[in-house]
């Protein structure tokens, strides 16, 4: 079993808007898939934009299946369009 995990999330663009910047706690398997999937279940605009949202940490962008640590701070990116 794991242990919940409680990251820090800001957003950008059109998710700050609707997003709460918010700590959040992960119970289940602490991925990067779990805070997306969490979030989703909250947000329509996080359902909206399921896999074309980019999670950013300071060490750069984070992939689906990485690990969420405990105090991470993480930054939610949309996707951007114009030129």
């Known amino acids: ?22 700590p959040l706690t992960i119970t289940c398997r602490p991925l990067v898939r779990s805070l997306i999937d969490e979030l989703a279940g909250r947000y329509a ?7 074309r949202i980019a999670v950013a940490h300071a060490s750069g962008y984070l992939q689906m299946d990485d690990l969420l640590h405990e105090g991470m701070a993480l930054l939610l990116v949309p996707p951007v ?3």
Do not use: Y
């Not at 409680?6 to 997003?19: A, D, E, H, N, R």
């Open 1 to 22: 079993m794991n242990a919940p995990v409680t990251v820090s999330i800001t957003c950008l663009g059109p998710l700050k808007q609707t997003v709460c910047d918010t």
């Open 81 to 83: 369009s114009g030129g």
């Open 45 to 51: 605009t996080i359902e909206q934009l399921r896999g």
